[in-house]
C-alpha cells in the first residue's frame, strides 16, 4: 500500500503543474461564429449561416428557393441575403474559423504524460530472489510552465480568425452587390442599343431605297450600311457582357441547375437627390475597419510570441521524471520489499545554442508586424477618402449627364425633327441627331452605374470587404470608347 500511494503521489505530481485552464468556449462547432454574425449584420442587415449538417444544409437551400420564388425580378438586397446563404467559399472561410477554434481547444488540453515500467530478474532464478520492478513517468515541465501563455496566443489567434470571417463575409457581400449593379447596368447598355439599332436601320433601309433612285450615292449608302454593322456588333458585344455579368452574380451567389431562370431589372434605380455627409470618414474607418482589427491582433499576438519565446532563450526542453522503484529480496525464506522514490530533472545545456538567433527572428516578426500594423493605419485612411471622393463626384457626373447633356441631346433632336417637317433639313441629319442622343444617354447610363458602384464601396471603405479595383474614371473612358465607337 505505501508503495502504491508513493506511485500515486508521483504521478499526480507534474499534473498539478499544469492549472486549471479548460476549453469550453472553443470545444463548441459554433465556436465564435455568434460574434461574426453579429459583426456582419450590423453592416449588411443580412442573416448569414454556418451550415454543420444535412439537415441545416437542407434548411438554407429551402430558404434560398424561397427568396428567388418570392421575386420575379432579383433586387440588389436579396441577392446578397442569397450569396450570404448560398456560398460555398464562405463555408469555406467558416471552416478556417472552427480549424483556429480547436487549436485553442487543443492548446488548453494537458499534455500526456509517458509512463515507462520495467522489471529485472525474470526468468532468471539465480536473480529471481532479488526481482526489482521500476516505474516513471516523463512530463515536459517547461510545456506546463509556459502553458499559460500558449494558450493566450491560440485564444488572440482565434479572435483573429473570427475578424477574418466577418471580413470574408462583407467582401461577400460587397462582391455581390458589385456584381448585381454591373449586371443592372450592362442589360440596361443593351436596351439603349437595341434602339440605336433600330434607328440604324431605318436610316440603312431609306438609304437603300434612295440609291434605287439615284437620289444618293453609292459612297452615302455605303457610310449608312456600315453603321449598321458596327452597331450590330457593339450591340452583340454588349449582350455578351451583360450574360456574363450575370454568370458572375449567379457564381457569387452559388446557384446552378433551375434556380438560374432569374430575372434582373432591366435599368438601374434613379440617382438619388442628395448625397451622404462623410464628414469623418476617416476617424469612422479606423474605429470600424475590421481588417485593421485583425492587424492589430496580429501584432499582440506577435508580442506574445516575443514573450514566449523569451521566456524560453535558454532552456527550450524542461522535463521531469518522477517514479518509483521496487526492489525484493528474499533472505532467510523472508521477503523484504523496499519501494524508493526517484525525481530526475532533464535539461538541455545551452553551450552551443544560446537562443539569441531565434530571439532575433521573434524580434523581427515584431517588427513586421508592427510597420504592417502602421501601413494598414494610412492606407485606410487613403481608402476611406477615395471612397468617399468617388462617391461624391460621380454623383455630380451622373447628374451632369442626367439634367445637362442628356437634355440638350433630346432638345437638338426635337429641332432637327421640327426643321425636318419644315424641309429645311434632310432625314440623315435628323437620324443623325437621334444616334447622338442615344450615346448620350449610354453615357449617362454608364454614369448612374459608376455612382451606384462607388456608393456600395463606402461600406467597404468603412467596415472592411475590399474595393473594387478599377477606378471610377477608368470605367466611364471605357464605357465612352465602347458607346461611341459605332457612330462614326
Not at 434556380?259 to 470600424?288: C, F, G, H, M, W
Not at 524580434?363 to 468617399?388: G, H, I
Amino acid at each position: 500500500m505505501i508503495g502504491l500511494r508513493r506511485f500515486a503521489t508521483m504521478l499526480a505530481f507534474p499534473l498539478i503543474l499544469s492549472g486549471c485552464v479548460t476549453g469550453a468556449e472553443y470545444s463548441s462547432k459554433q465556436a465564435g461564429f455568434a460574434s461574426v454574425a453579429d459583426k456582419t449584420a450590423i453592416v449588411t442587415t443580412k442573416q448569414t449561416v454556418w451550415i454543420h449538417n444535412q439537415n441545416q444544409a437542407r434548411s438554407v437551400a429551402a430558404q434560398v428557393r424561397s427568396l428567388l420564388a418570392r421575386k420575379k425580378t432579383l433586387d440588389v438586397e436579396t441577392a446578397v441575403q442569397i450569396a450570404l446563404l448560398n456560398n460555398k467559399g464562405l463555408q469555406a472561410a467558416y471552416a478556417d474559423l472552427g480549424d483556429s477554434a480547436a487549436d485553442a481547444w487543443q492548446s488548453t488540453m494537458l499534455i500526456n504524460p509517458t509512463v515507462s515500467i520495467g522489471t529485472t530478474g525474470v526468468g532468471t532464478p539465480e536473480l529471481e530472489a532479488f526481482k526489482t520492478i521500476e516505474g516513471m513517468i516523463t512530463t515536459n515541465i517547461l510545456a506546463l510552465a509556459t502553458r499559460n501563455r500558449d494558450v493566450a496566443i491560440a485564444d488572440t489567434r482565434f479572435r483573429q480568425a473570427q475578424l477574418t470571417a466577418a471580413v470574408k463575409t462583407l467582401q461577400l457581400a460587397a462582391d455581390t452587390r458589385r456584381a448585381w449593379i454591373g449586371a443592372v447596368a450592362a442589360w440596361e447598355n443593351v436596351g439603349q442599343l437595341q434602339r440605336a439599332q433600330a434607328a440604324a436601320d431605318a436610316a440603312s433601309e431609306l438609304a437603300e431605297k434612295l440609291g434605287e433612285t439615284g437620289a444618293m450615292t453609292k459612297g452615302a449608302q455605303a457610310r449608312e450600311h456600315v453603321f449598321v454593322a458596327e452597331l450590330a456588333g457593339e450591340t452583340a458585344k454588349a449582350r455578351l457582357a451583360a450574360r456574363l455579368a450575370k454568370e458572375e452574380l449567379t457564381r457569387l451567389m452559388g446557384l446552378w441547375g433551375t434556380d438560374l431562370d432569374y430575372q434582373i431589372p432591366n435599368s438601374l434605380a434613379a440617382l438619388p437627390k442628395t448625397v451622404a455627409r462623410r464628414d469623418a470618414i476617416e476617424a469612422e474607418a479606423l474605429r470600424n475597419r475590421i481588417d485593421l482589427q485583425v492587424a492589430r491582433l496580429e501584432l499582440e499576438a506577435t508580442a506574445k510570441s516575443y514573450g514566449l519565446t523569451e521566456a524560453t532563450r535558454y532552456v527550450t526542453d524542461l522535463e521531469i521524471l518522477t517514479g518509483f522503484e521496487t526492489e525484493r529480496e528474499i533472505e532467510d525464506d523472508e521477503k523484504q520489499t523496499r519501494t524508493t522514490a526517484q525525481v530526475e530533472l532533464e535539461f538541455a545545456i545551452p553551450i552551443f545554442d544560446t537562443g539569441k538567433a531565434r530571439m532575433r527572428k521573434a524580434e523581427l516578426d515584431y517588427m513586421r508586424a508592427a510597420n504592417q500594423l502602421a501601413e494598414k493605419a494610412v492606407n485606410v485612411r487613403s481608402e476611406a477618402r477615395s471612397a468617399y471622393e468617388a462617391y461624391r463626384s460621380n454623383y455630380d457626373i451622373a447628374r451632369h449627364y442626367r439634367n445637362n447633356v442628356v437634355p440638350l441631346r433630346s432638345k437638338v433632336e426635337e429641332e432637327s425633327l421640327l426643321s425636318y417637317n419644315g424641309m429645311i433639313t434632310n432625314t440623315f441629319e435628323l437620324l443623325t441627331d437621334t444616334r447622338d442622343k442615344i450615346n448620350s444617354i449610354l453615357l449617362s447610363v454608364n454614369a448612374k452605374r459608376d455612382f451606384w458602384l462607388a456608393e456600395a464601396n463606402l461600406a467597404p471603405a468603412i467596415y472592411g470587404g475590399g474595393a473594387t479595383n478599377a477606378s471610377a474614371g477608368t470605367e466611364v473612358a471605357a464605357a465612352s470608347e465602347s458607346s461611341g465607337g459605332g457612330g462614326h
